[in-house]
């Protein structure tokens, strides 16, 4: 793409156009394409508010609206490109008046600031890193390899309370690691729950250096957080009269993973989940209250129903306890989530392991100066097999669906289990760079279907709790299919293909092929996968509506989208080179 905008510029306004034509141009057949004889099509957006049109060139029209641009829009079909402010208040503008809101400052706002940390970002990190072959070392450069964010989010990358400098501390992008700090406060302050004993494992594993009384328990706090709360006047008080007394740094410095406020080392037995009152793209990243319980209970419930998919290669990584402030004490909401940290298994311990963990987040997803990963992995793929990229991605693409998709939609038909099997939740086990594992992790997103799980399964839970955690079945058929075939294996098709329209369509058959059979194999989900199969639309989360409207995440509505999986179907072309697959596969 010929272009005056910076990488960033480039980005970000893929990210907010491709949310504007999934959630409100298509539905409301406001785009338009045109052949033109170069390669490509000439698309035409119209904004009926405004009375004018945008114009941008794609590479070919996609139902998903996951588009290629050869060239970002302007406001003729030869004019300038648009810059990334005019062009994102053109589309809120146009928002305004169809959600008759007169005020989308706070999502300009937010929309300036991803694109200045991608900024930064794309500065420090100006072309891809190939994947590493050690366990450890893979997973860690996978968590790093976000760099560009969600591609149907409007703002991917916002921070907002972070400083400049703040962003290099403690951003994965930047490669950063750091120790937490370490308060400590009376024992009879202290609240956890679980099956593990996080006092333990912080004094021997993670702060052995801290030598207190047992008579104090031990708060580690991720930096930027204990900062925020050491400014907090209440909290002052406490540190004044020495209820609450502040150890400083301590202990191993963690790796900061993707979602900056779940960090790793590999030598502990749990990755560490606090909070973070800071706003990243759509929501303040705190470990809310009920959420805390949630993730203890939902862990308990779900693995004697997970474990069991282990040997077909699914594993759901588990959040056996939590710790904080003991809210029975009367210690404000907000405290007892601020000071919360969440402990998930670590699976990536072991070097033997077998395959490496890597995040599809970062398989599926641009990366700086430079073509995705998963294009490096299947060429890779394809050298092992001794078969050329078409048939390598066909195999690929297959193996990825056996230890992905039957695991989730097992546990939805048969156990009521809503996973959010979204880019960022998924890491895939690669050996010898083909899928032979997927990890499910952040027992946040998961909900139960309450017909499958009454209340009187999950006592430890409060009303609030369980009114978090519940969703109908449809609403969880809703999230399943969308993290699944729209957050996940559309972009998995779209950068795998590169382009490819044979391939693409081959991709998209084997998803229909791999659902019709499983139909067959999984009698719970009979229906509603015949459905889907037959269904012209999908559900695709309105990330941009939602931020617009300033709600909270779970209140997200969907907004349907062109099935392709329906049209791979029904589609009788050929979908396979002519040449058969080479014999050594």
């Given amino acids: 793409m010929v272009s005056h905008h910076t990488q960033a510029d480039i980005l970000s306004i893929e990210a907010l156009l491709n949310c504007y034509l999934r959630e409100v141009a298509l539905p409301n057949q406001w785009l338009s394409f045109i052949p033109t004889p170069r390669s490509g099509y000439r698309a035409e957006l119209t904004l009926t508010a405004q009375a004018c049109s945008l114009y941008f060139y794609v590479h070919s029209v996609s139902a998903t609206a996951n588009y290629h641009y050869l060239r970002l829009p302007s406001q003729s079909p030869t004019g300038p490109e648009l810059d990334p402010d005019r062009l994102a208040v053109l589309l809120l503008t146009e928002l305004c008046h169809l959600e008759d809101q007169d005020d989308c400052v706070e999502l300009l706002e937010q929309i300036r600031c991803s694109r200045t940390v991608m900024t930064r970002i794309l500065e420090h990190k100006s072309h891809a890193r190939p994947l590493p072959n050690g366990v450890v070392d893979a997973f860690?450069?996978?968590?790093?390899?976000?760099?560009?964010?969600?591609?149907?989010?409007?703002?991917?990358?916002?921070?907002?309370?972070?400083?400049?400098?703040?962003?290099?501390?403690?951003?994965?992008?930047?490669?950063?690691?750091?120790?937490?700090?370490?308060f400590s406060i009376p024992r009879e302050w202290y609240r956890s729950r679980g099956d593990v004993d996080l006092q333990t494992f912080i004094r021997t594993q993670?702060?052995?250096?801290?030598?207190?009384?047992?008579?104090?328990?031990?708060?580690?706090?991720?930096?930027?957080?204990?900062?925020?709360?050491?400014?907090?006047?209440?909290?002052?008080?406490?540190?004044?009269?020495?209820?609450?007394?502040?150890?400083?740094?301590?202990?191993?410095?963690?790796?900061?993973?993707?979602?900056?406020?779940?960090?790793?080392h590999p030598d502990l037995d749990y990755f560490v989940k606090g909070s973070l009152n800071v706003r990243l793209t759509n929501c303040v990243r705190k470990n809310a209250i009920y959420e805390l319980d949630t993730a203890v209970a939902l862990s308990d419930a779900i693995r004697p129903l997970a474990e069991p998919m282990?040997?077909?290669?699914?594993?759901?990584?588990?959040?056996?306890?939590?710790?904080?402030?003991?809210?029975?004490?009367?210690?404000?909401?907000?405290?007892?989530?601020?000071?919360?940290?969440?402990?998930?298994?670590n699976r990536f311990r072991d070097e033997q392991l077998g395959h490496r963990p890597v995040m599809a987040g970062a398989l599926f997803a641009p990366q700086p100066g430079g073509e995705s990963l998963i294009r490096a992995e299947i060429a890779a793929a394809g050298g092992v097999l001794k078969t050329g990229y078409f048939n390598a991605a066909l195999l690929w693409f297959n193996a990825l669906l056996d230890v992905m998709v039957e695991p989730t939609m097992r546990l939805y038909f048969e156990?009521?289990?809503?996973?959010?099997?979204?880019?960022?939740?998924?890491?895939?086990?690669?050996?010898?760079?083909?899928?032979?594992?997927?990890?499910?992790?952040?027992?946040e997103g998961t909900k139960l279907v309450p017909e499958q799980w009454p209340a009187a399964l999950l006592p430890e839970l409060s009303e609030q709790a369980l009114s978090s955690v519940y969703y109908d079945a449809d609403k969880g058929w809703n999230r399943v299919c969308y993290c699944l075939f729209l957050n996940t294996l559309a972009q998995a098709v779209f950068y795998i293909g590169g382009g490819d329209e044979l391939l693409e369509r081959s991709l998209w058959r084997a998803v229909a092929d791999y659902l019709d059979e499983l139909s067959v194999r999984l009698p719970a989900g009979r229906e509603r996968l015949q459905a889907l199969l037959s269904s012209a639309y999908l559900p695709n989360k309105a990330n941009l509506l939602v931020r617009f409207r300033k709600q909270a995440d779970r209140q997200a509505g969907y907004v349907m989208t062109a099935n392709p999986i329906r049209r791979a179907h029904t589609d009788t072309r050929p979908v396979r080179p002519q040449e058969p697959l080479d014999a050594a596969v």
């Fill in 206 to 264: 993670w702060m052995p250096e801290l030598d207190l009384d047992e008579d104090r328990a031990l708060l580690p706090v991720h930096p930027w957080q204990a900062r925020f709360l050491a400014e907090q006047d209440e909290i002052r008080d406490w540190l004044r009269t020495g209820a609450l007394l502040d150890h400083g740094s301590a202990g191993q410095k963690l790796y900061a993973t993707s979602s900056l406020r779940s960090c790793y």
């Fill in 310 to 345: 282990r040997d077909q290669g699914f594993t759901l990584m588990y959040e056996p306890a939590y710790q904080s402030l003991d809210s029975d004490r009367g210690i404000a909401r907000d405290w007892v989530e601020g000071f919360s940290f969440i402990a998930r298994e």
């Fill in 140 to 182: 860690v450069e996978s968590e790093r390899a976000m760099t560009v964010g969600h591609r149907y989010h409007p703002t991917p990358k916002a921070r907002q309370g972070m400083s400049e400098q703040e962003l290099f501390d403690f951003s994965p992008e930047h490669d950063a690691r750091f120790q937490w700090r370490c």
């Fill in 415 to 443: 156990h009521g289990v809503v996973l959010e099997p979204h880019l960022q939740n998924g890491l895939i086990g690669l050996k010898r760079h083909l899928p032979v594992h997927y990890y499910y992790r952040d027992m």
